[in-house]
């Protein structure tokens, strides 16, 4: 259940849409054990830093079972940890046909993810699907490579750009810009 304390609105609130005030995002992955965990703990932490996790639903979700109900993998969890980010707590779990009604906002990992994300949502789904990636413009890549079958050098690279887009994304959910335009393949 998500509890709000008393709403007194601060310069970055009063962005903010009035009606709902808490935006939901879901970010999704292909195994929901590396990218969209860590990318589900940097959001948090961003959002806590500017005092406005409470304005935020924020879950993670995979596109292939073959995880489910595990923790996020132990070099997602190190690396994540080394930035002062704990997301033990985790647990994977598949994307469902009501997170395309219940969230804001599903942001993929990757073109693959996203590709996948449409051919499973409904023609009027609630949520825009997006890439993470288009909120850390400066960035040249729109893929968040998967970590999964590599080093522990990939989970950094990835958390650097996850990092980078989180913040974009935070920034451009308080100024109500209007989110990138929706990637198409
Ligand atoms: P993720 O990485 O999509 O970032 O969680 C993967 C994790 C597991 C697998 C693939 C990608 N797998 O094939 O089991």
Not at 30 to 41: Q, T, V, W, Y
Not at 62 to 78: T, V
Not at 139 to 157: A, H, L, S
Request: charged fraction near 25%; aromatic fraction near 8%.
């Amino acid at each position: 259940m998500l509890r709000l304390r008393p709403f007194t609105p601060c310069h970055w609130c009063l962005g903010m849409p009035s009606t709902a005030m808490v935006t939901r995002i879901l970010f999704v992955c292909l195994g929901n054990i590396c990218r969209s965990p860590m990318a589900e703990g940097v959001f948090r932490r961003v959002a806590e830093k500017e005092g406005l996790s409470d304005r935020f639903e924020i879950d993670s979700a995979g596109l292939g079972d073959w995880h489910i109900g595990q923790p996020p993998d132990h070099r997602a969890q190190r690396a994540a940890r080394s930035r002062g980010i704990d997301i033990s707590g985790q647990q994977a779990r598949l994307v469902e046909p009501e997170d395309f009604e219940r969230f804001d906002l599903l942001l993929v990992m990757d073109r693959s993810n996203y590709a996948d994300l449409k051919a499973m949502a409904p023609a009027h789904g609630r949520a825009k699907i997006g890439l993470l990636l288009d909120y850390a413009p400066h960035v040249r890549t729109k893929d968040v490579p998967d970590p999964f079958f590599g080093g522990t050098e990939g989970f950094n690279q990835a958390l650097d750009l996850i990092e980078a887009a989180a913040r974009g994304l935070l920034a451009s959910l308080v100024t109500q810009e209007t989110p990138p335009a929706k990637h198409g393949p």
